[in-house]
């Protein structure tokens, strides 16, 4: 079993700056894939970012790529994302997740957190 909390949210400017940190808790955190997701209003979950459980491999949807970073801290169970230049349409409930590596990837999740919210105002 793994719990995920996020937090970090909040409301930012165009251009500005956010980031997000979700802690787990679990045995087997250090050998888990962990990903970010986001829902916006009226719209389905997408797919962020992911990283491999070393830390080694990450991957980027491509509208967040060159602004976006995911990493993490084994020794203090936690996951981040650094996003920059912050976009209106980057507004959306940010939620944590854990499975393997190429499942998120494909949108197959194991453990979800409850999300955090981010609002990028123009």
């Known amino acids: 079993q793994v719990q995920l909390v996020e937090s970090g949210g909040g409301l930012v400017q165009a251009g500005g700056s956010l980031r997000l940190s979700c802690a787990a808790s679990g045995r087997t955190f250090s050998r888990t894939a962990m990903g970010w997701f986001r829902q916006a209003p009226g719209k389905d979950r997408e797919f962020v970012a992911a990283?491999?459980?070393?830390?080694?491999?990450?991957y980027y949807v491509d509208s967040v790529k060159g602004r976006f970073t995911i990493s993490r801290d084994n020794a203090k169970n936690t996951v981040f994302l650094q996003m920059n230049s912050l976009k209106p349409e980057d507004t959306a409930v940010y939620y944590c997740?854990?499975?393997?590596?190429?499942?998120?990837?494909?949108?197959?999740?194991?453990?979800w957190g409850k999300g955090t919210l981010v609002t990028v105002s123009s």
């Open positions: 990283i491999s459980w070393s830390g080694g491999n990450t």
């Open positions: 997740a854990a499975g393997g590596y190429s499942s998120l990837r494909a949108s197959l999740v194991d453990y």
